[in-house]
């Protein structure tokens, strides 16, 4: 079987493993073997990491605790949280155009993403204008005529137990910040047609894999992991988004105008623009389940 540690050179890992071996054993050190000291410690030659491994280890120690880092590092923790906990999927947005510079700086940041083996297995097409208009009125066309939905990766049929509890729940949020009872019907449909339309957003970022990795459920994870990346480098900016199932829906629309490559299969799309502030709907913030709730902590008791 290929491992990650099959793959990397010894050169690499023989180093650090030992240090942190050897920092684990004195104890005191384990802990500030960061990436940042792993980055660093890769740039040692390796015959001078194994012969001096104490002084090196001790050196990079005391740079990792230095006030400075400690300081940015504070400050940095309180901005992530307040990213993290402040964003929202934004469904109404203001006409104005993003300029393209934007855009690919937020892929710029999203790109760096984790990936399986750094396979990066992930593109991204960036729409705006008419080829994204001719993408709302073909999926809204569809839909309208009854077509069933088209996705290109294998799609869970409907949530059940406490998924779909969660799945009403910011339904009824949505609506109800909307004004739209649970009956009216029609405008409950309206509302779908707007996700369709991918909420009429300036431009649509439609993320695909690579094909090889069509059915290969890390690779979707990957992709995951990086349109993570991209709404919160997006949010950084002042702009919002909302990763939308709903705008791939009919997914050979799609590939038609957005001309994606056969080896390429489309796995979501994330709809982008400036927040509209009068849009109610923006406001709407989804609940989370808590960390005792989600969190199973083992050996850290006694
Ligand atoms: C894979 C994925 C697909 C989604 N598709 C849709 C969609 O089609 N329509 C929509 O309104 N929101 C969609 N969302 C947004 C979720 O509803 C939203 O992230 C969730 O309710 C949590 O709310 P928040 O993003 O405001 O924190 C999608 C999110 C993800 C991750």
């Given at each position: 079987m290929v491992t990650y540690g099959s793959l990397f050179p010894s050169r690499f890992t023989n180093p650090i493993d030992a240090m942190q071996k050897s920092a684990s054993c004195s104890?005191?050190?384990?802990?500030?073997?960061t990436p940042i000291t792993r980055r660093a410690m890769a740039a040692i030659p390796d015959t001078f990491v194994f012969n001096e491994i104490g002084p090196v280890s001790t050196q990079l120690a005391r740079l990792n605790q230095s006030p400075a880092v400690k300081r940015e590092a504070r400050m940095d923790v309180e901005a992530f949280r307040s990213m993290v906990q402040d964003r929202r999927s934004v469904r109404g947005y203001r006409i104005d155009p993003v300029p393209r510079e934007v855009i690919e700086d937020i892929i710029d940041i999203a790109r760096g993403a984790p990936s399986s083996m750094n396979t990066q297995p992930w593109h991204f097409h960036v729409l705006t204008g008419e080829p994204l208009d001719l993408i709302r009125q073909g999926n809204t066309e569809r839909m309208v005529n009854g077509a069933s939905p088209q996705r290109e990766i294998p799609l869970n049929h409907g949530y059940e137990g406490a998924h779909r509890d969660r799945q009403i729940e910011i339904a009824v949020q949505l609506f109800e910040s909307m004004g739209i009872a649970w009956e009216d019907k029609e405008r409950r449909r309206d509302w779908a047609m707007r996700g369709f339309r991918q909420f009429d957003a300036p431009v649509s970022i439609v993320v695909t894999v690579d094909r090889t990795l069509e059915n290969d459920a890390v690779g979707h994870f990957d992709c995951g992991a990086v349109t993570y990346g991209l709404v919160l480098a997006a949010w950084t900016k002042g702009l919002g988004c909302v990763i939308n199932g709903q705008g791939i829906m009919q997914s050979d629309v799609v590939r038609e105008h957005a001309n994606i490559p056969e080896d390429q299969v489309i796995m979501t799309c994330v709809a982008m623009g400036y927040p509209d502030d009068d849009f109610v709907a923006n406001d709407v913030k989804s609940t989370r389940r808590p960390v005792e709730e989600v969190a199973n902590f083992v050996g850290f008791d006694g």
């Open positions: 104890g005191s050190e384990q802990s500030t073997v």
